[in-house]
């Protein structure tokens, strides 16, 4: 029996109806760019499993230091201890995180690092005996699925049946350097008539809206408006952070910093799960106190994990090495090429990159996971390239050590999929 036969006798699988596509494609080793199936086909990973391995599956140097802090120290509850790889990584974090940013919150995930934001920012005001319960949030962004994650998120695709149970939140359009002013005077009415805590957002690309590349110069405009007005601000950074964008962080294009920064994914290289929640030291002497309920909290078992702390110690080394840098310089302006060609294509609505991510939006009305949808992500996949389009919008994001000769096969890929569409 294959492991694909096996599969479906026990497993649910995230995102996906079992009973219009049962099947789920084995995949027995991945190395590089490459990921290898049960039958010994190869696919290009074009968008890093979803974001995390962006130094390249199985990478060496981080695989080599994970197995000597597995020699050392595996496991231990980080709320009364600490350890080497914990210490280490905040030292390095805050040595590459926007220069207000000086304490680190160890997560599980992208979705839980936005849950300690959120609860943060509620518990700040708590703390300062001022009750705030909304959250301004922009339409369509997308930052997790547990509750708090949920609540903040914007496309009812994925939070439909939970709707009823969520957060109090106000929406804004992104900035497209023509709303600023009414966004301003939305922001002002919302501010006048709710007890704001926080907003939250994913700076510059709404990821899971279809890699939405937006205004920096609005998106400033509207963090010092809100600063002025004593609101936290969260930057969901999870998809963006770790060198995506062209920068270590999205927020470094943005004059005004974040007070709290969620961060994942690409944090560990995508060996093991981790996730932080940096924050200001104004937000952590908030809950210092006297009072043990003025505490945050808030708490994973695995938080701080060794194993975990020491791959994303590599992956920042490596993030910060001149061949990466160079890597990403040169995917970057790979990118720019093929937009200038695809974006001549009739079928092709607009093009946009922003640092090794690319995207396109075909000139077709699409299901999120409609028919032609799966009909393109088959494409992709009987032409050994995984691609995972998101509606009308197909998107790139390779892993920094795709080589030229890849990034060509992707490309051509994408442009002979149109003739599908």
Known sequence: MTLQERDKKHLWHPLKQHQLNPDSLAIVKAKGCILTDEKGNEYIDAISSWYTCMFGHCNNFITRKVYQQMQTLDQVMFSDFTHEPAVKLSEELIKILPKNQNR?????NGSTAVEAGIKMALQYYFNLNEKRNTFIAFENGFH???FGAMSVSGLSVYNGPFEDFLMEVKRIPVPDRKNHPEIIATLKEYVKNN???GFIYEPIIQGAAGMKIYDAIGLNEILKFLKSENILTIADEVMTGFGKTGSHFA???IDTKPDIICLSKALTGGLVPLAITSCTEKIYNAFLSNEMAKGFFHCHTYSGNPIA??????AITLLQTTKIQQNIVRISASHTIFKERIQQHPKVKTARSKGVIFALDLNTKMERYGDLREKLLHFFMERGVFLRPLGNTIYIQPPYVITDEEL?????TIEASLEIV
Not at 309 to 314: D, E
Not at 408 to 412: A, E, M
């Open 104 to 108: 680190i919150f160890f997560n599980d």
């Open 195 to 197: 007890k704001i805590a």
């Open 309 to 314: 702390c020491s791959a994303a110690n590599a």
């Open 251 to 253: 927020s470094d294009f």
């Open 144 to 146: 997790g699925d547990t």
């Open 408 to 412: 060509q096969k992707v490309y051509h």
